[in-house]
């Protein structure tokens, strides 16, 4: 398994198999993109993601942006209807994160692609992916993903954040 790799291609498809690989064990999911969105036909990521986490004891935490659009109101729609999901809003979001916490096993996405199915398809997208089935804060690459995973939990303390 690569510990660290840099992804342009397939970002979000590739972390997406990763959590439906994993879908049995998953405790937490962390979606942190300004912007949600799934396509009308029904192969995208996000549908992915929501077949993976039907997990009763799976949570997922998605940090978005207040809906302006239609799209982006339907996605958020679609995370809690199919989830046991907890929406913040936070108005000033710029940060695209992804991570999954499983039972002996984390990944983590940061790049610049949004959750939508514009950013899968047609922006020219790169990340930093991280894997690890260690522990221990004196390795790297696990040290980093919990670096990740409490940026991602800090956002939700903002004072500008919202409970959606």
Known sequence: MKRLRIV??????????????????????????PWI????????????????????SCTVVLV????????HLRAIELIKSNS????YGLPTLHTKLYIVECDGFRCAVL???NLTPRSARQNREIAVEFRTTVESSEDEVAALITELTEYASSLRGDASVELM
């Open 8 to 33: 342009t291609d397939r970002i979000l498809g590739s972390f997406a198999e990763v959590v439906y690989a994993n879908q049995g064990r998953m405790n937490r999911i962390w979606l942190v993109s």
């Open 111 to 113: 790049g610049s692609p």
């Open 84 to 87: 046991r999901a907890i929406v």
């Open 37 to 56: 969105g799934s396509r009308e036909d029904g192969n995208d990521a996000l549908l992915l993601l929501l077949d993976a986490v039907r997990r009763p």
């Open 64 to 71: 978005t942006r207040a809906p302006e659009a239609v799209w």
